[in-house]
């Protein structure tokens, strides 16, 4: 019967198998550190499994980081995309494997397809297991080599397998079945392994979503989706059940949303994971967004602030009493520029409150409080609770009803210093917006300090970006706002570094107006948005385009990802050109 051996390929010449250890390889390369390593080998004898399984598990490693390594101690290549099966026809093995059930092959997480050379290639869960290679070598009639590849992939392959070979069964979905499916280790290790993938690659959100015969996997990089995995629907609800029960989550309700919490260690990272299931028509949507516990950006230096504007909104943060309010859509980076502030500030001389829902970061000699609507602990009540505790500063998550904008203002005009955050388009628009909440426009005038509206820009690729033109008017209105600074215009190319997109990370524009007298008599006179905006464009504030011109200018961004991101609603022709430098 013709066999290869299981860990050798005879066609591909390459070295023997290491003799070393994976966990020393590892430890040698700096991808674990040699705690995490002892933890991992004091587990085994308990849980089982392989050291590096262990290690993803734990969140010390990302399944990325330890293939590589462990294809260099096997000797056994990893699987490339040009080696995927083609179509399910591939995996009808037919007289080469007589006699091995389909159920075998999914038991033991195995696949096997047809290759372009003619021969076999397999994956497994565990390609060392003894009893595997032992069925293998004496069941398969054909040449046949291993192949690495990751859980998720692997799940994909078995699953593609058993639908190529038998037809799908129904399943039952009770309660315990649908604990069983979230505890099975090929879903741990799918989760964790997406989880790890997500930290790696600095995504800030993992969107699981499905469709009408599959479901697929996005992650939110630098502010844009990406597709990575799509699998087919049959493993939805191991997966959801997977995420709702490490959640905290009713794995039986699907009919009504939900939110969860965990804190887990990801690539070695402590980190906050919030997630939130919506039913859909064909499932439940789940997010779960990565929120870092260990934040080195946070601080207002690396925001990205123009020197003129950080100086500025350093006073601010020094005022003795009034609102500072930081507005922008959702995911433009409000709360990170609030926490940065709470930080410059806190010196321990005062008492820093805040009222969140959630607490996203956890910040040290903070009292940070959780509101919770579902009980009645709302906003207002949490924020009349935390002014009898003698606060200095209080942060408030967001303003979201009158109540809410009216205890702030009572709270400013009785000398502490408030800081909140609005959904509004830009800065101006935070006094209409109050004033539309219900708020008087003299309570409005006399409590907010001043506004900062806000976006993010991804930053170009320093390993691919290459020099480019740009149209002769936005050059003149880069050479107004920096005049006598040498442009670097730059475009967006794609590499490997930054995985082809050409943006790595992300920066901060901004625009920031201070309330002086004659912009609280326009907000008293409710004067429209376009007036306040000419008035502080005449005081030399950047609008959050201008701010995004200069950052293109320099060379941090492209001038595309610019009008992406501020599109042209946010200013009128009366607007443009009207800032002082």
Not at 535 to 551: I, N, Q
Request: net charge negative.
């Amino acid at each position: 019967m013709p066999t290869t051996d299981a860990f050798r390929d005879p066609s591909t010449p390459r070295g023997a198998p290491s003799p070393r250890r994976l966990g020393d390889l590892l430890v040698e390369r700096r991808l674990v550190v040699p705690a995490d390593l002892a933890r991992a080998l004091s587990l085994q004898p308990q849980i089982g499994g392989r050291v590096g399984q262990i290690l993803v598990r734990l969140g010390a490693l990302s399944e990325e980081a330890l293939i590589p390594v462990l294809s260099e101690q096997l000797a056994m290549p990893v699987l490339p995309a040009s080696e995927w099966p083609q179509d399910n026809e591939a995996f009808r093995l037919g007289d080469a494997a007589p006699g091995v059930a389909v159920d075998w092959w999914v038991d033991q997480g195995v696949a096997a397809w047809r290759g372009a050379a003619g021969g076999l290639l397999v994956v497994a869960r565990d390609p060392l297991d003894a009893t595997v290679n032992e069925v293998l070598e004496k069941r398969l009639a054909a040449p046949w080599q291993w192949r690495l590849a990751r859980a998720q992939d692997v799940e994909r392959l078995v699953d593609a397998f058993q639908r190529a070979n038998r037809s799908g069964e129904s399943e039952d979905d009770d309660v315990g079945h649908l604990r069983e499916l979230a505890e099975e280790a090929p879903v741990i290790e799918l989760v964790n392994s997406l989880l790890a993938q997500a930290m790696d690659r600095s995504a800030s959100d993992i969107h699981v979503e499905p469709e009408e015969d599959s479901f697929s996997v996005r992650f939110r990089i630098d502010g844009v989706l990406h597709p990575v995995l799509q699998l087919p629907l049959s493993r939805f609800a191991a997966v959801a059940s997977r995420v709702k029960l490490i959640s905290g989550m009713d794995i039986a309700e699907r009919r009504l949303p939900q939110d969860g919490r965990l804190s887990a260690r990801v690539s070695g990272k402590e980190v906050d994971v919030r997630a939130s299931a919506v039913p859909g028509v064909h499932g439940e949507s789940i997010v779960m967004r990565l929120l870092p516990k260990e934040r080195e950006d946070l601080s207002l230096d690396k925001l990205g602030f123009e020197p003129r504007d950080l100086a500025r909104f350093r006073r601010w943060a020094a005022e003795p009493h009034g609102i500072v309010l930081v507005t922008g859509p959702t995911g433009s980076g409000k709360s990170t520029t609030l926490y940065a502030t709470l930080e410059s500030i806190n010196d321990r001389e005062e008492k820093i409150i805040t009222v969140e829902d959630p607490v996203e970061y956890r910040v040290k000699g903070i009292t940070q409080i959780q509101a919770n609507a579902e009980i009645g602990y709302t906003f207002a009540r949490a924020l009349r609770a935390i002014l009898r505790q003698d606060p200095d500063v209080v942060m408030i998550g967001e303003i979201r009803d009158r109540e809410t904008a009216e205890i702030a203002i009572q709270a400013a005009l009785t000398g502490h210093l408030v800081f909140s955050t609005l959904h509004t388009n830009d800065a101006v628009s935070a006094f209409t917006r109050l004033v539309d909440m219900g708020v008087e426009p003299f309570l409005v005038a006399t409590s907010v300090r001043a506004v900062q509206a806000q976006r993010l820009l991804r930053r170009l690729c320093t390993a691919c970006a290459a020099p480019a033109d740009v149209h002769p008017d936005i050059a003149a209105t880069a050479a107004r706002l920096a005049p006598g600074e040498t442009p670097r215009w730059r475009k967006a190319v794609g590499c490997p570094a930054c995985q082809g997109t050409g943006y790595r990370g992300r920066v901060g524009i901004y625009e920031l107006v201070d309330v002086d007298p004659e912009l609280q008599g326009l907000v008293m006179q409710r004067a429209s948005a376009g007036e306040m905006r000419r008035h502080a464009s005449s005081k030399g504030s950047l609008t959050l385009r201008e701010d995004g011109l200069l950052k293109a200018l320099r060379g941090l961004t492209t001038v595309d990802e610019v009008v992406r991101i501020t599109g042209a609603a946010l200013e009128t022709a009366d607007d443009v050109g009207a800032s002082a430098p």
